[in-house]
């Protein structure tokens, strides 16, 4: 089976608000960790990534929290806005630079007016 | 972020017949590219690995024969779809290693008949 996987299938949050997605992965010595938010019909977006090194990294409206005791990574999105409606994937990277990304899931993100 | 094109982005064709999806990295260099395909509402299936200049590397359940493969250069990876059936109509995602992250094509729509 999959080594990550999400807390949530669905999401739906109201305008203005902040929304978390979780995301669960397995393998503790994955080293790079990457979301991606992938709009219906397109391929992924790139939005944030993070190094096993950090526990949290910021971006632009958007938080990535980092925590390898527990193997757990989050997306935070401040300010919810419509255009952020899509299916978000974390992935973890295995085997260093030159490893492959695992996929989760995703998590939809619905955001109502 | 980098640009990663695909082309076409959608394509029907007739059972039997063979289709070329054409995958660039337009603003920088890509040794390694990836395939995937994405079934609806479902997460990312890796398909293979391509490397430049060398035999693509194969996710188990893949046939080599069937999804050919091919690296010419540094900024364009090709999958061809060879005597394509209904059950291969889906979503083909590329992607392209840059230093440090991945970068995703918009996606090409393959709908056989």
């Known amino acids: ?113 | 972020g980098a640009v990663v094109s695909q082309h076409p982005s959608r394509v029907i064709c007739k059972s039997g017949t063979s289709v070329k999806i054409e995958c660039r990295s337009l603003d920088f260099q890509a040794t390694t590219m990836f395939w995937y395909r994405q079934f609806p509402k479902k997460s990312l299936m890796l398909m293979a690995t391509s490397n430049e200049g060398s035999k693509a590397t194969y996710e188990q359940g893949v046939e080599k024969d069937k999804f050919l493969i091919n690296h010419a250069s540094l900024t364009l990876s090709t999958l061809t779809v060879t005597s394509a059936h209904p059950e291969d109509s889906s979503f083909y995602i590329c992607s392209a290693r840059s230093p440090g992250t991945q970068y995703f094509g918009p996606g090409t729509r393959l709908l056989v008949l």
Not at chain 1, 17 to 38: E, L, P, R, T, V
Not at chain 1, 57 to 70: I, M, S
Not at chain 1, 79 to 106: H, M, W
């Open chain 1, 1 to 113: 089976g999959e080594s990550v996987g999400l807390h949530l299938p669905t999401l739906s949050v109201q305008e203005g608000d902040n929304s978390i997605i979780n995301c669960a992965y397995s393998n503790s010595a994955s080293d790079y960790f990457i979301w991606y938010k992938q709009e219906s019909g397109k391929g992924p977006q790139f939005i944030i990534d993070i190094r096993s090194n950090m526990d949290k990294r910021q971006g632009q409206r958007v938080t990535v929290l980092l925590n390898k005791t527990v193997k757990h990574l989050s997306l935070q999105i401040a300010a919810t806005q419509p255009g952020d409606s899509a299916v978000y994937f974390c992935a973890e990277r295995d085997g260093g630079s030159q490893g492959n990304l695992i996929f989760g899931k995703g998590t939809k993100l619905s955001v109502k007016p």
